[in-house]
Structure formats: C-alpha cells, structure tokens
C-alpha cells in the first residue's frame, strides 16, 4: 500500500486554536448611555412603524421588511463599533441597522420611497442601501450572500492593516446556506477580523427554526471550523453590548472570526407582503408583554430617577424626526427618467 506524501513546512495545519471566549456579563451602562440607546432603539420602532404605513399608502413599493422587534441587536452590537474604521453589511431587512449606525432618517426614508434624495438614489429601495462613507455596505437581497462579502470586507480590513472590524448580519434562515460555510472556513483559516451575527428571530420567512435546522443551537455552526460561538439574548441591548464588546476583543486579539448568535424575535411579518399565519396573535401578544426590549429599558430608566415627563419628552422629539422624515420622503422629487441609464456597469473586464 502506497505511503501517503510526507508533509512539507508549508503543509503543516495550523495548530488548533482551543481557547474559548467566556460568556460576557450584561453590560454596565451608564444613565446617558442607557438614554442614548433607549432614543435609538425607540427612533428604529417608530422609524418603522412609519415605513409600515407608508406602504399601505401605495407610497412605498416592492419588497419592505420591518425590523420591529429586533432593535436591540443593532443598537448594541453596533454602538460598540467605531463608525469610519468598523464596517457592517446585512441583508435585507436594513433599516434598523443604517439608523443605529447614525445615517439620517431623512435619506433613509426618501430610499424608501424610490426618491432622487434616497441614500441610493431612489434606485435601492428598502433591500439596498449603501453608504461607503459610514462604511455601511448593505443591504443584500440575496438569502446570505452578504456573508461571503463580509469576509472579503474583513479580508480588506486585514489586507490594508487599518485595525477595522467587519460586522456581518445574517438571519437563522441564511444560516442553512452553504455559502456561508465557505465564508467560515475562509474567515478562520486567515483569521479575518470578523464578527458573524446570527439575528435568529425564529421563524426565517415563515417555518420555525427547530422544523428548518437540524442543529437549532446555532451559535455552533462553527464548531467544526474552530470558530467559537456565543448565544445571547437578543431582547435585552445591554447583553447584546456586552456581547459585542467581548467579540471585538476577541476579534481585535487576532484571534480569528467569532459567531454571536442574537436570540431575538421579530412582531410583524417576514416582510409587509406576509400575513404570518405560521404563528398565533397570542404568542407574538406574548412577547411583546414579557422580552420588548424598548419597554424594558425603560423601566431600567424610570428606576434610576428618569422622569415620566423625560420620557414622554423624548417620545415626542423622536415622533417629530420621524414625521419630518416622512414629509421629506413624500415632497422629495423622484428621479428624473434618464437616470436609468445611469449607474449601470457596462464595461467589459
């Protein structure tokens, strides 16, 4: 029997990296940043409530997916990063994720509604949105196809040496594609200064995780690539910022790639097309009683003195953002007809 070919130096794998991170501790906020991410979270709930709207109106088109209920996840993931060095991509349901990185509602909204003023010139629409100056890359139609994008992002990050972290958002339903394995095998084997992010909000586009994934725990999805991973409750902002914290740490040691699993739960459909006939009004009804992560921190709030009127206040000043939003996204002019053939890749490579 032939002996297999002797290993050169080159040929060695990579010793395995057996470290763990540890589960992090809620995170210690202090009362003006438990304001900033209670401002933040309730601006993305009422941002989309507007959008929600917008759409039974006839003023917003094609496909638009809500991002009600999730808004702890963004806000703090995200508000752990350092806008201009960090970037993020997502999928399709982006809104939350532009609004919590500090894009203007403005030509957020004007997107929204096909205008010229949009954030991509009124030619994205809800599913895509892209701001190279924020380093916020998307807004992906595609089920997954972000993640093998992000670990090119994180292979530019490594590449240019400039210290920046990717942030790369998929759902439990992307979870299942194969190309992001490919993307984990690639973002380990250099470790890529990646953070995956499973915002599992348990129903994909409308079968339960546990009837689509034979591995429901997703956070180990990595297991067989060395990746760690960590399940953390997606309800709840201070988790998630711990979760983030204890992520680009690891990330930022050189370490390699880690997997954050968001537990978290989405009230409307899987886009204002889905009735959501998949669940009953009571459990939604239930979760929105029990996990609303916008109403827990308030209480958070209102025990460490914040004031009725303080709240009442800052509800107020967000209803008028949104509302001028809103108005700017209806008077803004759409785009002119000739712009349709602008933008458009022609040349041949």
Known sequence: MAKAPARTANSEPATPNRERPEQ???YEASKEELLDFYQQMLLIRRFEEKA??????????????????????????????????????T????????????????????????????????KGGSMHMFSTEHKFFGGHGIVGAQVSLGAGLAFKHKYDEDGGVCLTYFGDGAANQGQVYE???????WKLP?????????????????RASAEDQLYKRGESFRIPGLQIDGMDVLACRAAAETALAWVRAGKGPIILEMKT????GHSMSDPAKYRSREEVQAMRDKSDPI???????????????????????????????????????????????????????
Do not use: W
């Open 295 to 349: 109403e827990a921190l308030k209480r958070e709030l209102e025990a460490i003195g914040v004031t009725d009127a303080e709240l009442k206040a800052t509800e107020q000043a967000i209803r008028k953002v949104v509302n001028e939003a809103a108005d700017f996204a209806e008077s803004t002019p759409e785009p002119a007809p000739a712009e349709l053939y602008t933008d458009v890749l022609v040349e041949k490579y």
């Open 265 to 268: 739960y989405r009230y409307r």
């Open 24 to 26: 992090p501790t809620r």
């Open 91 to 122: 999928g399709y349901r982006d809104h939350g994720h532009m609004l919590a990185y500090g894009i203007d509602p403005k030509v957020i909204m004007a997107e929204l509604t096909g205008r010229a003023a949009g954030i991509s010139q009124g």
């Open 183 to 189: 993307s984990f095998n690639m973002a380990e084997l």
């Open 194 to 210: 990646i953070i995956f992010v499973i915002e599992n909000n348990q129903y994909a586009m409308g079968t339960s995780v546990n």
């Open 52 to 89: 929600g709207q917008l759409y039974g109106l006839g003023l917003i088109g094609g496909f638009c997916h809500l991002y009600i209920g999730q808004e702890a996840v963004a806000v703090g993931l995200q508000s752990a990063l350092q806008p201009g060095k960090d970037s993020v991509i």
